[in-house]
């Protein structure tokens, strides 16, 4: 309890419940219509000027109770956040509503007289759509429908199956999908294939292989510690979007490359600071020790590998500041490089030539100027001079 207090009571805290209140302030309105009326998801969120997304995300995360309800869960004191709305796999609540009594009426002998077609016209449903809901939830009445009207005298003797066409297109995206951890996008491109085409092909005629990569993304989805590049329960890979990391490219190579500030990178880059803070934590966490063990006086070493890269890149431009100083910037224009980048490297990575160079600006005299120790030599020759011009006279 104590914990909890204190994890209120921190910046972090106080941060989230601020964000907590800006949402059920937002989506107040909507919460209350979608509570005390049957008007669809999409209809209520045009309706309170909130994108359909975002109030169907707040609903299932923060009111999931009220959407367990409208879709007639029976919760009978369970968590509602441990009941999931629809099982990877699994039907739906809207499809078995849906498709229920028209399941029902091709398992009955009733309806052995009229093909799936027909069955669908008199529950007001689609043929096809009824055909491909029985191939992947109920195979066995499909199967079981077809032998009773073969031995009824019923059959229309069309071909049930996968075609030897499909087979043939799909066959090395099967096999792809079999026996590597390449995702179905993936696939569809190398094999040219449709992506929606492959899935429900699949579905139907592949339903070991679908068990088989269930069976991974189950394991992938109780693994504690994930890696990056590893596959997750949904199939995806553990890896940002690629249009996440053009986003924050940019950014990403100020902050690895150069001491300024998170602010300043995000002002220059135009990227939002949360965003490019949790993009930072949770893809390049050890960049982001080594900047801090940097601040702190620590040891580097997650970066030794980017570090010897820095240093053979700018390794000649600081021989040559070595072998001559002459100003910052003259030097990056020599070599190539930005001056303010060039100087934030310096500030980083070699503070004893940065400090060698202010400690011998200071001490070299100003253009025009004799030094103390020109002038008292001059001073003690002139003296030297007078003596013996005096002695001479005498």
Request: glycine residues 6%; proline residues 4%.
């Amino acid at each position: 309890m104590e914990a909890d207090n204190h994890s209120l009571t921190t910046g972090k805290g106080k941060a989230a419940r601020a964000r907590r209140s800006a949402l059920d302030a937002k989506y107040a309105a909507a919460v209350e219509r979608y509570a005390s009326t049957d008007e669809s998801l999409q209809a209520i969120a045009s309706a309170c000027g909130v994108s359909a997304g975002g109030l169907g995300n707040y609903l299932r995360r923060y009111r999931r109770e009220l959407v367990l309800r409208r879709h007639h869960f029976p919760l009978s004191g369970q968590d509602p956040y441990a009941v999931k709305l629809c099982a990877a796999g699994q039907q739906s609540p809207q499809a078995q509503a849906k498709y229920k009594d028209a399941v029902a009426a091709c398992a009955s002998r009733e309806y052995i007289g009229m093909n799936i077609s027909q069955v669908a016209r008199e529950f007001n449903v689609g043929g096809a759509a009824l055909s491909n809901y029985l191939k992947v939830h109920f195979p066995d009445v499909l199967a079981a429908r077809e032998q009773a009207r073969a031995r009824l005298g019923l059959a229309d003797g069309q071909q049930r199956g996968a075609r030897a066409a499909s087979n043939a297109r799909y066959a090395r995206a099967v096999e792809l999908y079999r026996t590597t951890e390449q995702t179905l996008p993936q696939i569809a491109e190398a094999c040219d294939v449709s992506l929606s085409g492959l899935l429900q092909h699949l579905r139907f005629y592949h339903k070991d292989v679908m068990r088989l990569k269930g069976e991974q993304r189950c394991r992938a989805q109780a693994a504690v510690h994930k890696e990056r590049g590893s596959l997750l329960g949904n199939g995806r890979r553990y890896e940002p979007a690629p249009a996440t990391e053009r986003k924050y490219a940019a950014a990403l190579e100020l902050y690895r490359d150069t001491a300024l500030t998170l602010r300043e990178i995000v002002r220059r880059t135009g990227v939002p600071a949360e965003g490019f803070r949790f993009y930072l934590h949770k893809w390049h966490k050890p960049l982001v020790d080594a900047r801090a063990a940097r601040h702190a006086g620590k040891s580097a070493a997650p970066l030794s590998v980017r570090t010897r890269a820095l240093v053979a890149k700018y390794a000649p431009a600081v021989a040559s500041l070595r072998r001559e100083q002459r100003p910052v910037a003259r030097v990056a224009a020599e070599f190539g490089f930005r001056p303010e980048t060039f100087r934030a490297y310096l500030q980083k990575h070699e503070p004893d030539l940065l400090r060698q160079r202010t400690a011998s600006a200071k001490a070299r005299p100003a253009a025009g100027l004799p030094s103390a120790t020109s002038v008292d030599n001059v001073t003690s020759l002139l003296n030297n001079t007078s003596r013996a011009e005096v002695a001479s006279r005498k």
